[in-house]
């Protein structure tokens, strides 16, 4: 019986407002919260609700047969504490159900596991918390930021305690070998290694509406044929969420073809689905999958030049970690808050020049005309928390001398 492994990531980050050179030092507000709220508000009108009711049915109707994964950021979760409650309840409603499995990953969608261990670390502790605190689950599997994996990566996250981890089934990284079956990490060879098929997620992704795609119109019968004819044990679809209402609009049919899905899979027979951490104990690893280089889910080069790939991102991110020494000394919620929404990957991702055949991905909800004005926001803003950030470590070591000498 072949595996389908379905799993969906669900992240939004908290969009800077316009801050100027003139607001340093005045201004220390950097959210802009009606933007937040709007698309907040919108994404849930038109994929979380309506997709999550969705896929409850099907669990209902299946009697449990269909199963799928989940992962959703620590700042998605506070958008929907604060602008839609309703869609946290909705996820509570699904894993509540048995068939569906929270993974782990880093708090703010954040590219730490590229700065430093003891960074990644603590993003990954505070996620866990919060899925803990939320849904009353602890997360077995892990699923990096974008899917960033490296040998090194994947010994950090075995170290932490997690069976399973996703990562991108690369072809420059696989080789001759196919991403349909489990493996195990270089790393850490008791890491299982769940990789994305990305050929047949990005039929659903990306090509599902285009009318110029030879299968186009792609029907849940010939995608669960194509599923069956894989060579291999397990098909891992990964996909954002926001793939079903916001990439592929309603009007598209993708709402009815992930009702019907489901059922087209289920009905052939030689097809079952699972959570990834079924998945990967269900299926023993063929091999040790070698990455001495960081890879990622984005892009045609499937690495990490989205983020980090020209010098307004490096010195973006150079500054931003610079930084973390003095906000950890000064062990302060509210200081804390703003250091993991200025780590969210999202803000170095608008900083891409890399604007040919994946511009249509990198302007994705983003507030920003350049990636020069987007650099030049974020360090106003950064600016300004730095300054915040000395005069509250001086405040703090001039209470210190003060209580000394009493």
Known sequence: MKTVCLYFQVHQPWRLKTYRFFNIGKDHNYLDDLTNRAIMQKIARECYLPMNALFLKVIKESKGAFRCSFSLTGTVVEQFRLYAPEVLDSFRALVDTGCVELLGETYSHSLAALSSKEDFAEQVKAHSAMLKREFGVK???????????????????????????????????????????????????????????????????????????????????????????????????????????????????????????????????????????????????????????VMSWADEERDVTAWLGNDLQNEAFGKLYSLKEKVRALRNADFDYVWNFLQTSDHFYYMATKWLSDGDVHSYFNPYGSSYEAFINYMNVFSDFEIEVDKALAAKKKRKTVAAKA
């Not at 850490?188 to 119109?217: C, H, T, V």
Request: proline residues 4%; charged residues 25%.
């Open 139 to 293: 997360p077995k599997a892990f699923r990096n930021t974008e899917l960033i994996y490296s040998d090194e990566i994947g010994a950090m996250v075995g170290e932490m305690g997690f069976k399973t981890m996703l990562a991108e089934g690369a072809k420059h990284v696989l080789g001759w070998k196919s991403p349909d079956f489990v493996y195990a990490g270089a790393g850490d060879q008791s890491l299982r290694l769940l990789l994305r098929n990305y050929k047949l997620s990005d039929d659903i992704a990306f090509r599902f509406s285009n009318q110029g795609w030879s299968e186009y119109p792609l029907t849940a019968d010939k995608f669960a044929g194509w599923l069956s004819q894989e060579n291999g044990e397990v098909v891992n679809l990964f996909m954002d969420y926001e793939t079903f209402g916001e990439h592929q609009k309603a009007s598209t049919g993708i709402f009815e073809f992930m009702k019907s899905l489901p059922k087209a899979i289920l009905k052939r027979g030689d097809l079952e689905f699972a959570t990834v951490s079924e998945a990967a104990a269900k299926h023993q690893p063929v091999a040790v999958l070698h990455c001495p280089h």
